[in-house]
């Protein structure tokens, strides 16, 4: 849960934003005028600040550089309409995190940028931790994908090598190409080498290329003109052009198709483009970082991947390794990713018995760190009142570990939101359907009640 101040004077705006942002589970405060957000930034800490451009009292430019003068962690998100982009791109400038444009689409953009933007301000409290501990690097939230981003440990041997090579590299102007299994932590592995690098006071720039058809991709990532497509009714800046001065990541770039990967051939190598529709040629001084989980080398023998592409950016390839192969990190990951599951679940603590870090230790975990956190939040969701999670709730991590999708509880199979869903509806009739009381009983949050209320269709 991250502690979120928004500012912006319509109000029709600003309660939507407040209750999407809260129904994720945030801590959201909205003003409606500049200087009332200047007041609350001097008296509270803040995660992370959305503020519109014009609003009365103070604009959105001046409370971005009181913002960055009170707290210069906080994370600042532009709202923006069409007529003030080319405002919102000077904020970036001057430190802003990302713009998000008015009207906003949908409900996954503005929770994935507010995800990205916690990430990032916790990526970068942990830098000093993790410079004097040489221990762990961490994310917490979503990544650009809207999945839950792992966190980059490294006491095992293997990773303090993996590390040692991103710290050599990041001063340097090369190309990245981070390889590895499904939630091995390559976006943090990304961010990381963006704060270590020359850049780290530049915009860090996310895109997955799986997640947007080839259509959208192209226009995310080059921008487009004003009657370009169908729907193009205003000029929009693409997320290369965004990430000048600073670090562009390309999220599972092995699937890109043929035609934008000889497009981004041309942009690495010249370092120029044209959005669509347009015909200005516009230079880009990015650095560049790419991941992906498939064998890019098999592709390009098998004809699917430009193997001019593949050298430009293997000019620098480091293998994140799975959890399988870094044992020692197991437990103090755990440890980490279970205090962010506490977090967002609303308890004040939870912690592990030994039968329980044991099974962990024997897990197979294929899905890496996604998976580990996933097992321990289900876990944490059946954990008793005290908080700690015993043997008994340990068949959820076997049957998590075969990715079997049933677990079974004393001899009953069902799914695991089945058995949410029954929990939640127990503790309702227990306690005579009072939410509060419900909530103390599940060890969880009322608001987190609420959000799986609605989830199950028990509201």
Request: net charge negative; charged share 30%.
């Amino acid at each position: 849960m991250a502690r979120i101040l928004i500012a912006e004077d319509e109000p029709n705006v600003l309660e939507f934003l407040t209750e999407a942002l809260e129904l994720a589970g945030h801590d959201v405060v909205g003003v409606a005028r500049g200087d009332l957000a200047a007041a609350r930034l001097r008296d509270e800490a803040w995660d992370v600040l959305l503020t519109d451009l014009k609003m009365p009292g103070l604009d959105g430019m001046q409370v971005l550089e009181l913002a960055r003068e009170l707290q210069a962690d906080l994370q600042v998100v532009i709202l923006t309409a069409h007529g003030t982009v080319d405002t919102a791109v000077r904020a970036l400038k001057l430190g802003a995190f990302d713009y998000i444009q008015k009207p906003i689409r949908g409900l996954d953009e503005l929770r994935v940028m507010v995800a990205r933007a916690v990430e990032r301000k916790r990526l970068l409290a942990a830098e000093e931790r993790a410079n004097r501990a040489g221990g762990t690097l961490r994310s917490g939230g979503a990544g650009a994908s809207g999945g839950s981003a792992p966190e980059l440990t490294w006491g095992d041997p293997t990773m303090r090598a993996v590390v040692e090579a991103l710290r050599k590299v990041a001063p340097t102007h090369a190309t990245v190409l981070l390889l590895g299994e499904s939630g091995t932590g390559k976006e943090v592995a990304a961010q990381a080498l963006h704060v270590w690098s020359r850049r780290a006071a530049g915009p860090f720039v996310a895109i997955n290329c799986a997640a947007l058809s080839e259509s959208l991709l192209e226009s995310e990532l080059f921008g487009h003109e004003k009657g370009a497509f169908t729907g193009a009714v205003a000029r929009r800046r693409g997320r290369i052009e965004l990430a000048d001065g600073g670090t562009f990541f390309l999220d599972e770039v092995g699937e890109l198709k043929p035609d934008l990967q000889a497009k981004l051939l041309r942009v690495i190598e010249e370092r120029r483009f044209e959005r669509l529709g347009g015909s200005q040629t516009i230079s880009c001084d990015v650095r560049w970082v790419a991941a992906t989980n498939r064998d890019l080398a098999e592709m390009v023998a098998d004809g699917r991947f430009r193997e001019d592409l593949f050298h430009r950016l293997a000019v620098f390839p480091v293998r994140l390794p799975p959890l399988r192969e870094r044992r020692e990190d197991l437990l103090p990951l755990a440890g980490a990713l279970l205090a962010r599951v506490a977090a967002d679940l609303g308890r004040r603590e939870l912690s592990l018995a030994e039968d329980a870090k044991a099974a962990i230790m024997n897990g197979a975990w294929p899905g890496n760190a996604r998976e580990l956190r996933n097992a321990l939040e289900r876990a944490a969701i059946l954990a008793g009142s005290d908080g700690i999670i015993r043997a008994s709730e340990m068949t959820l991590f076997e049957t998590v570990a075969r990715s079997d999708a049933d677990a079974v509880v004393g001899g009953d199979t069902g799914t695991l939101e089945d058995m949410e869903r029954d929990a939640i509806a127990r503790a309702l009739d227990e306690v005579g359907g009072n939410r509060r009381l419900a909530a103390e009983k599940l060890g969880i949050a009322l608001r987190t009640l609420y959000n799986k209320l609605k989830r199950y269709g028990l509201d």
